[in-house]
Nanobody, 122 residues
Framework: QVQLVESGGGLVQAGGSLRLSCAAS????????MGWFRQAPGKEREFVAA????????DYAGSVKGRFTISGDNAKNTVYLQMNGLKPEDTAVYYC???????????????WGRGTQVTVSS
């Protein structure tokens, strides 16, 4: 079982940047797919980005491509989500998750953090 803890959320103005962190313990994330999802009030949880570390392939939702970047530090067992050019519609609770098969469906992920709130003001 992998334990995940997110941090780095906060309040930012539109156009600003934030970097989210996800610290993983229990297993090294290099053998997993690490994903970021988000959920806004009244909306379903949606895919943001994911990285299959074993093959170095990243995938992004169309709404964040070109603005968000997923990366990781193996030594720290930490995954990051750099978010630039933030928009009010990016406001949500952001969750880190992992699994062994990858993909963009939240129900395919079996380990989750508790989430971190990101609020973007206009």
């Amino acid at each position: 079982q992998v334990q995940l803890v997110e941090s780095g959320g906060g309040l930012v103005q539109a156009g600003g940047s934030l970097r989210l962190s996800c610290a993983a313990s229990g297993r090294t994330f290099s053998t997993y797919t690490m994903g970021w999802f988000r959920q806004a009030p009244g909306k379903e949880r949606e895919f943001v980005a994911a990285m299959r570390w074993s093959i170095g392939i990243a995938d992004y939702a169309g709404s964040v491509k070109g603005r968000f970047t997923i990366s990781g530090d193996n030594a720290k067992n930490t995954v990051y989500l750099q978010m630039n050019g933030l928009k009010p519609e990016d406001t949500a609770v952001y969750y880190c998750a992992c699994n062994k098969i990858g993909g963009s469906n939240w129900y395919d992920y079996d380990s989750w953090g508790r989430g971190t709130q990101v609020t973007v003001s206009s």
